[in-house]
Every structure is written in structure tokens, then in C-alpha cells.
């Protein structure tokens, strides 16, 4: 099994900045993606960004150019520098992994969850 513990979200002023981090641990073989994902109240779960094993990143629209999707492959640890921060950003933050462990082929992880607001 692979359990992600989340850190960094919080409550800050429109225009502000919150870094948030991803530990994953367990039974770890290798990781394929590493990414975070949000939900705003009465909305669904969508893709924030991700970033693969081979460092290549994508992002959604509305975070591009703000947020920034990095990892430390060698602690299985990812993070999101989020700048520039809108209120529309206010959500549950989750950060999910793709990986494979000595007993089960890659699948999907994810973490608890972590409240990011952004007041106006």
C-alpha cells in the first residue's frame, strides 16, 4: 500500500502565495505521475497539475503562469508553489500518484485532502 500525507494548505489573502507538499510512503517500486487535484464546493474533482517521472509537467488553464508543480523524486515527495492566488482557487486540495508497489501493478493513490482559502 502507498499512503500520501498532504501539508501546506490554509487561509490567505487574494494575491498571496501557500506551498503545499506531498509525501508519499510504503511499499513504494516506482512512481509514474505525481500530481495535485482540487474541488470547490458543488463542483466536481479537476486536475491542477501534473508531473511525471521524467519531469514533464502540465497544468491546467487557470493556474498556468501562477502554480508550479515540483518533486524530490529521491524523498517520493512533490509539491505546488502556488502564487498569485484568486479566490476562485479556494477548494480541497488532494495530490494523487500513479504507482506500483511489490504487490500490485500501478494504480491510483490519494491523499486526505487539504483546505486552501483564499479570501478576497
Known amino acids: 500500500q502507498v499512503q500520501l500525507v498532504e501539508s501546506g494548505g490554509g487561509l490567505v489573502q487574494a494575491g498571496g502565495s501557500l506551498r503545499l507538499s506531498c509525501a508519499a510512503s510504503?511499499?513504494?517500486?516506482?512512481?509514474?505521475?505525481m500530481g495535485w487535484y482540487r474541488q470547490a464546493p458543488g463542483k466536481q474533482r479537476e486536475l491542477v497539475a501534473t508531473?511525471?517521472?521524467?519531469?514533464?509537467?502540465n497544468y491546467t488553464d487557470s493556474v498556468k503562469d501562477r502554480f508550479t508543480i515540483s518533486r524530490d523524486s529521491a524523498k517520493n515527495t512533490w509539491y505546488l508553489q502556488m502564487n498569485s492566488l484568486k479566490p476562485e482557487d479556494t477548494a480541497v486540495y488532494y495530490c494523487n500518484t500513479r504507482a506500483r508497489t511489490g504487490s500490485s501493478w500501478y494504480r491510483d493513490y490519494w491523499g486526505q485532502g487539504t483546505q486552501v482559502t483564499v479570501s478576497s
Open positions: 510504503g511499499s513504494i517500486f516506482s512512481i509514474n505521475t
Open positions: 508531473i511525471t517521472s521524467l519531469g514533464s509537467t
